[in-house]
């Protein structure tokens, strides 16, 4: 069992940073695959980025060259900087883990999911 607690989010202005942590419980966290997803109300969760063990990246073409996805395996953390934010990108963040060793972008894919911070970007 992996227990994930997201921090870091809160209310922004339009074109801010915000910097969300996840830090995980576990001995094996460098071994894992670890995802960022948001869910907006009404809307089904999305996809933002993940970081694999060895420190490859991909990224939701909606987030690319504003988010940035990194890791410190020697603090169970990963993190989500972003960047240039926009009101759409208001939703609550969810970080997750995929025992699996590649990465994918499909929520299901994912085993174990944190409770969510809520990130607000006003206009």
């Known amino acids: 069992q992996v227990q994930l607690v997201e921090s870091g989010g809160g209310l922004v202005q339009a074109g801010g940073s915000l910097r969300l942590s996840c830090e995980a419980s576990?001995?094996?966290?460098?071994?894992?695959?670890m995802g960022w997803f948001r869910q907006a109300p009404g809307k089904e969760r999305e996809f933002i980025a993940a970081?694999?063990?060895?420190?490859?990246?991909t990224y939701a073409s909606s987030v690319k060259g504003r988010f940035t996805i990194s890791r410190d395996n020697a603090k169970n953390t990963v993190y989500l900087q972003m960047n240039s934010l926009k009101p759409e990108d208001t939703a609550v963040y969810y970080c997750?883990?995929?025992?699996?060793?590649?990465?994918?972008?499909?929520?299901?894919?994912?085993?174990?999911w944190g409770q969510g911070t809520q990130v607000t970007v006003s206009s």
């Open positions: 997750a883990v995929d025992r699996e060793p590649f990465m994918n972008s499909i929520a299901t894919g994912y085993d174990y």
């Open positions: 576990g001995r094996t966290f460098s071994s894992y695959v």
């Open positions: 970081i694999s063990r060895y420190g490859g990246t």
